[in-house]
C-alpha cells in the first residue's frame, strides 16, 4: 500500500474510541521485509478491473500480521489483496525499548500490463505505469517511497477536550492522493492525506494561469464517516508567504509553474494551524468545531502535481 495513517510513517496513540480491529492500540506504519505482490484474479483482468485495496492489519512485536481486514477496493479485488497482506511481515516496532503491537494499512494495487506494441519501444524512452485509482483520487505509480515531508499533528475532540490521535512523522509521495477537476473557475487538484481511518486533510488548490492571479488558497479536515465541514482559507502576502486571518497562523509556501500554472508545490507550517471540523446538519451555524486537528509549526509537505490523471513529484 500506501500505509493510511500516514501511509508510511506517522505514529499514532488512540487515546479514545475504538479502532477498526481492536481498541487501546498503537498506529504506526513499519517497514516492510516482506511484502509480494497480490495475485490479479484472472476475471478481475479480464474484465478489465484494476485498483487500489487498502487493508488494515495489526502486527505483533515480532512483525508478524495476526489481524487483517479489507478496508476500501473493488469486490473482485478484496479476496486477493486480503490473502496476501495477511503473509506481509514488518521490521517490528519498538517503543521504549519494547517491540509493540500496532495497527498500519497497506494497499495493494492491482494493474493490467500495458498493451502489447507493434513496435516495442526503446528501453531508454520506456514510459512508467500510469498512476492508480486510490481511494480519494489518484496515487503516483511509481517512487511512491520519496519523501516529501513531515508532519506533527494531533487530533482533538473539543466537545470533551479528549485527544484522540496523534502522529508524527514523514510523508511519503504515495500518502497524497489528488483529484483533478474543474469548476467554473478553473482546474482544481485537491491533494488529500489520511491520517486515520476516520481524519484526513487536504489542501485545495486551484492552479492558475497567471500568478498574479493566486491570492488565496484553503487547507481544509474532514472527518470520512459521517458529513463534516472544514475550510480554513490563507491569503498570499507574497510568493512566499501567506497567513489565516484572523488567526495569524503562517505558511511558509513555495510557488511554482507546472504543466503551464501556477501552483503552490510547498507548505511549511511557520507557527501551529488549525484546522476546524463542524458536523453538517449537527452542529447550527457559527458553532464552535467539534473536532481540531493541529498541524504543529516546522511541519512541511512538498506537494506533487497532476495533469490529465498522472501524478508526479516536484
Do not use: C
Not at 481511494?135 to 511509481?142: D, K, L, Q, T, Y
Not at 483529484?179 to 492552479?207: C, H, Q, V, Y
Not at 498570499?236 to 488567526?247: M, N, T, V
Request: glycine residues 8%; aromatic residues 6%.
Amino acid at each position: 500500500m500506501r500505509n493510511s495513517v500516514l501511509a508510511a510513517a506517522l505514529i499514532a496513540l488512540v487515546v479514545h474510541g475504538a479502532p477498526a480491529l481492536a481498541q487501546d492500540l498503537i498506529y504506526a506504519s513499519p517497514r516492510p521485509t516482506y511484502s509480494p505482490a497480490p495475485n490479479y484474479p484472472d476475471a478481475a483482468k479480464s474484465a478489465g478491473i484494476q485498483g487500489v485495496v487498502a487493508v488494515q492489519l495489526r502486527i505483533d512485536g515480532s512483525g508478524a500480521v495476526t489481524e487483517a481486514r479489507v478496508l476500501s477496493g473493488s469486490e473482485q479485488l478484496q479476496e486477493s489483496a486480503l490473502a496476501t497482506a495477511k503473509t506481509w511481515k514488518f521490521e517490528p516496532t519498538v517503543i521504549a525499548g519494547t517491540a509493540t503491537a500496532v495497527v498500519t494499512t497497506v494497499s495493494l494495487t492491482f494493474v493490467a500490463p500495458p498493451t502489447t506494441l507493434s513496435r516495442a519501444p526503446s528501453p531508454v524512452n520506456a514510459v512508467p505505469l500510469p498512476a492508480m485509482s486510490g481511494r480519494f483520487g489518484v496515487i503516483a505509480a511509481i517512487d511512491g517511497d520519496k519523501v516529501i515531508g513531515w508532519l506533527k499533528w494531533e487530533i482533538r475532540e473539543e466537545a470533551t477536550g479528549k485527544i484522540l490521535a496523534i502522529g508524527d512523522g514523514p510523508v511519503h509521495l504515495k500518502d497524497v492522493e489528488i483529484d483533478e477537476g474543474r469548476t467554473a473557475n478553473g482546474r482544481i487538484t485537491p491533494k488529500t492525506i489520511r491520517l486515520t481511518d476516520e481524519f484526513t486533510i487536504r489542501m485545495s488548490e486551484s492552479p492558475v494561469a497567471n500568478v498574479s492571479d493566486k491570492t488565496v488558497f484553503g487547507i481544509s479536515a474532514q472527518r470520512t464517516d459521517i458529513p463534516t465541514f472544514s475550510f480554513e482559507g490563507f491569503i498570499l502576502r507574497d510568493s512566499k508567504h501567506a497567513i489565516k486571518k484572523p488567526e495569524g497562523e503562517e505558511l511558509g509556501i513555495d510557488l511554482r509553474q507546472v504543466n503551464g500554472d501556477w501552483e503552490i508545490t510547498r507548505t511549511e507550517f511557520l507557527t501551529d494551524v488549525s484546522l476546524r471540523i463542524t458536523r453538517l446538519n449537527v452542529d447550527p451555524p457559527g458553532s464552535p468545531p467539534y473536532w481540531r486537528i493541529k498541524i504543529s509549526k516546522g511541519s512541511t509537505i512538498t506537494w506533487p502535481s497532476i495533469t490529465n490523471g498522472k501524478v508526479t513529484p516536484n
